[in-house]
Nanobody, 125 residues
């Protein structure tokens, strides 16, 4: 399984961006998907996650501004970010947990956690 994140870029404070993260492979199912971020000089932190049944868990810092959604057919998770602030500047990493897929021999295996490569979001003041 591979995760490919996209959508990062430079935006002014108050603006919006939409991140996407697509999982590829011979995927049967994905339990949780979501996003973490790491700002300059900061530790990586959880932003938001969404389970397969649609339950979401947002960090307090992004509640009311960010919205996560997922397309279980496309195995893709989206992060709509609005009212962006300079402190949202970070590399955003997507993840997928408990990913069931077929291996090269046709057997089902479960990946506990897979990460994307990260996409940079820069918010200017």
């Amino acid at each position: 399984v591979q995760l490919q994140a996209s959508g990062g870029g430079l935006v002014q404070a108050g603006g919006s961006l939409r991140l996407s993260c697509a999982a590829s492979g011979r995927i049967l199912s994905i339990n949780d998907m979501g996003w973490h971020r790491q700002g300059p000089g900061k530790e990586r932190e959880s932003v938001v996650g969404v389970s397969s049944d649609g339950t979401t868990n947002y960090a307090d810092s992004v509640k009311g501004r960010f919205t996560i959604s997922r397309d279980n057919v496309k195995n893709t998770v989206y992060l709509q970010m609005s009212s962006l602030k300079p402190e949202d500047t970070a590399v955003y990493y997507c993840y997928a947990r408990r990913v069931k897929e077929y291996d090269s021999n046709g057997f089902v295996k479960t990946n506990r956690e897979v990460w994307g490569q990260g996409t940079l979001v820069t918010v200017s003041s």
